[in-house]
C-alpha cells in the first residue's frame, strides 16, 4: 500500500484536519498522480455536511475533492495512456461496471450498476473506501484518467473536471455553435464556465442574474449581454428568442420565465439541483416545441474530448488558490458565493 496525507471531515461540521491514509499499490493498468490542484466544487460541501443525506449519506471520514489535477509519477506495466510525467485529471468517479448500456455507450456517469464515486463512495468491490484529490496522491485505473494537454499554470484547469463538464455536454449535446444564441442562467462557478465554453463554441451569450453587480465580471468573461431577472420587464423582450438556456442554479426557482425565452424546437438544460419540484405550464413547451432536459457529467471520453477543446480554446477557470488550511474558510465563503468564481486548493502546499 502507499502511505498518503489528505485532509478529512469526520462528521457534518465540515472541520478539516490532516489524515494520514493509504492508496492501493499500482496495479498493471493504475496510474499513480502526484495531485497538485484539487478544485473546491458546491457538491463537497452538501456531501461534506451530510445536506443530500437521502441522496448520498456521507461516509466519514470524508476527504473531498473531484476536480483534480497532477502529475503521473508512476505507471502499472499494462498502462498505454500515460507515461511518467504527464500530467492527468480525475473527475467525479474513478470506475464504473464497464459492462452495462451506459457504460458500452461511453456515459459511464450513468452506469446501471453505479460508478464508482472519486469519493464519499467505494471502489466497485463496494467495500473500499474512496477518497478523493484533498489529498497529496490518488491511484486510478488509467482509464478513467484524463489526459491533461493544456500547458501552464494548472490550477484553473482543475475545475474543467467537474464544473467544464457539466456544462460542455450538454451545449456538445444540443449543438451550440455559430449564429446560436445561448442563455446562462446564473454566474457561479458553473455558470461561468458555462459562459466561457458557450463563447468558445461561437455562440452569441447572455447570462441572468439577479445580482447587478456581477455584469462587468459577465463581460469580462466574455458574456455579449447581461440580464437582471428580478425586473420582470427586462425578459419579455427577449421572449422566444434563445435556441438553448443553460440553467446552473441549485436554489428554488421559477423555470416558466426561461421557458418563455427559449425559442422554436429550443432546450432549457438543468443542471443546478433545487430542493423543491418545479411547477411548469406544459402548453410553453407545446407552444414551439420546446425541451426540457437534464445532465450530470461527462463520460470519459466526452470529458477527454472537453479537455483537449479547452486547451485548443485556452479555457480555463477563474480561481482563487488556497492552501489547504483554509478549507473551511473557504466553503464558507462559497456558500455566500463570495468567490470568483472556483477556490482550488494547492496540494503543493500540504
Ligand atoms: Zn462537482
Ligand atoms: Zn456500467
Known amino acids: 500500500m502507499i502511505q498518503t496525507k489528505g485532509y478529512a471531515t469526520h462528521d457534518p461540521s465540515a472541520t478539516f484536519s490532516p489524515f494520514e491514509f493509504e492508496r492501493r499499490d499500482v496495479g498493471p493498468n493504475d496510474i499513480l498522480i502526484d495531485i497538485e490542484y484539487a478544485g473546491i466544487c458546491h457538491s463537497d460541501i452538501h456531501l461534506a455536511k451530510d445536506e443530500?443525506?437521502?441522496?448520498?449519506?456521507?461516509?466519514?471520514?470524508?476527504?473531498?475533492g473531484h476536480e483534480i489535477v497532477g502529475r503521473v509519477t508512476q505507471v502499472g506495466d499494462a498502462v498505454t495512456k500515460f507515461s511518467v510525467g504527464d500530467v492527468a485529471g480525475i473527475g467525479c468517479f474513478i470506475d464504473s461496471c464497464r459492462e452495462c448500456v451506459a457504460c458500452g455507450f461511453g456515459v459511464e456517469q450513468y452506469c446501471m450498476n453505479g460508478m464508482a464515486m472519486t469519493y464519499n463512495g467505494t471502489e466497485m468491490d463496494r467495500t473500499t473506501p474512496t477518497y478523493g484529490g484533498y489529498s497529496k496522491h490518488y491511484v486510478i485505473d488509467e482509464n478513467y484518467a484524463l489526459?491533461?494537454?493544456?500547458?501552464?499554470?494548472l490550477s484553473g484547469v482543475a475545475p474543467l473536471l467537474c464544473a467544464g463538464i457539466t456544462t460542455y455536454s450538454p451545449l456538445k449535446k444540443f449543438g451550440v455553435g455559430p449564429g446560436q444564441r445561448v442563455g446562462v442562467v446564473g454566474l457561479g462557478g458553473l455558470g461561468h464556465m458555462a459562459v466561457k465554453i458557450a463563447k468558445a463554441m461561437g455562440a452569441e451569450v447572455t447570462v441572468f442574474?439577479?445580482?447587478p453587480g456581477?455584469?462587468?465580471d459577465a463581460g469580462k468573461l466574455g458574456a455579449d449581454n447581461f440580464v437582471v431577472t428580478s425586473d420582470p420587464e427586462n425578459l419579455a423582450p427577449l421572449a422566444n428568442s434563445f435556441n438553448l438556456i443553460i440553467d446552473t442554479v441549485s436554489a428554488n426557482h421559477d423555470l416558466n420565465p426561461y421557458i418563455n425565452m427559449v425559442g422554436l424546437n429550443g432546450v432549457l438544460v438543468v443542471v443546478g439541483m433545487p430542493e423543491l419540484p418545479a411547477t411548469i405550464?406544459?402548453?410553453?413547451?407545446?407552444?414551439?416545441?420546446?425541451?426540457?432536459?437534464?445532465?450530470?457529467?461527462?463520460?470519459?471520453?466526452?470529458?477527454?474530448?472537453?479537455?483537449?477543446?479547452?486547451?485548443?480554446h485556452g479555457v480555463v477557470a477563474d480561481v482563487e488558490v488556497i492552501s489547504?488550511?483554509?478549507?473551511?474558510?473557504?466553503?464558507?465563503?462559497?456558500?455566500?458565493?463570495?468567490?470568483?468564481?472556483?477556490?482550488?486548493?494547492?496540494?503543493?502546499?500540504?
Open 214 to 216: 456581477k455584469a462587468e
Open 209 to 211: 442574474s439577479t445580482s
Open 281 to 312: 405550464h406544459q402548453a410553453s413547451l407545446i407552444m414551439g416545441n420546446k425541451s426540457i432536459a437534464g445532465s450530470l457529467i461527462g463520460g470519459i471520453a466526452e470529458t477527454q474530448e472537453m479537455l483537449d477543446f479547452c486547451a485548443e
Open 52 to 64: 443530500w443525506h437521502d441522496l448520498m449519506p456521507a461516509m466519514y471520514p470524508m476527504v473531498p
Open 147 to 153: 489526459k491533461v494537454t493544456a500547458d501552464g499554470d
Open 324 to 350: 489547504p488550511d483554509r478549507i473551511e474558510e473557504a466553503y464558507d465563503r462559497t456558500i455566500k458565493a463570495d468567490v470568483r468564481y472556483r477556490f482550488v486548493i494547492d496540494m503543493g502546499r500540504a
